[in-house]
Structure formats: C-alpha cells, structure tokens
Nanobody, 128 residues
Framework: VQLVESGGGLVQAGTSLRLACEVS????????VGWFRQVPGKGRDTVAT????????YYPDSVKGRFTISRDNARNRVYLLMNSLKPEDTGVYYC??????????????????????WGQGTQVTVSA
C-alpha cells in the first residue's frame, strides 16, 4: 500500500492551497481516509476525515468552514482544499487510510491510531 501526497508549499495568509493524495495497492473505495497535520515537537492532529463513499466528513472546529476534504474513488485520490489559510495551519500534512471494516456512513476515526497506512507528508507553510 502506498500513499503519496502532493501540493504543499509556501503561501501567504488568506490564500488557498489544495493537497492531493494518490493511493495505490489497496481497494481505495472501501475505506475511510483522512488528513492530519503535525508540527515539530507535537503529535499529529486530525484535520479532516471522509467516509468511503465520500458523503460523510468530519472537521475539527479549527478548520471547519475553511477546509474541504473530498475523494475521487475512480482515480484513487483524496483531496484537501484549504481556504483562508492562517499561519497556525503551518505543518506537515499527511494523508492516511484506515483499512478496518467500519460502516459506510462512518466518516472515519478522529484518532490517528486507527489509521494504518500513511503517506510521507507534504510541507505547508503559511506566512503572515
């Protein structure tokens, strides 16, 4: 199983960025996926999750209304559109897949420990 993120970079506050994650080696459409953020010296925080059908999502309050997660099961990809970026959004962004069997209406676990396949991460830096 391989997950490869792309789309990170250095942007100014208030602008937008879209991350993509391509997944291979697994029946992508069967499992929930998520995006997570990590800053130096801290653990990974959940940024967004989405169920296998793409119609149930979860966002923490810190990004709700600004970030949108979506998936394209035909292309084995998950996306994270980030609008109105803030300096505190800076970090390494990882996509991850949870290969356990959960109901299709479950948007995916908020806990990083539930996800067993991870990408290598992509750096997002938001300047003030």
């Amino acid at each position: 199983v391989q997950l490869v993120e792309s789309g990170g970079g250095l942007v100014q506050a208030g602008t937008s960025l879209r991350l993509a994650c391509e997944v291979s080696g697994v029946a992508f459409s069967m499992f929930p996926v998520g995006w997570f953020r990590q800053v130096p010296g801290k653990g990974r925080d959940t940024v967004a999750t989405i169920n296998r059908n793409g119609d149930k999502t979860y966002y923490p309050d810190s990004v709700k209304g600004r970030f949108t997660i979506s998936r394209d099961n035909a292309r084995n990809r998950v996306y994270l559109l980030m609008n109105s970026l803030k300096p505190e959004d800076t970090g390494v962004y990882y996509c991850a897949l949870d290969s356990s069997a959960i109901p299709s209406d479950n948007p995916g676990s908020r806990s990083t420990s539930a996800y067993d396949y991870w990408g290598q991460g992509t750096q997002v830096t938001v300047s003030a």
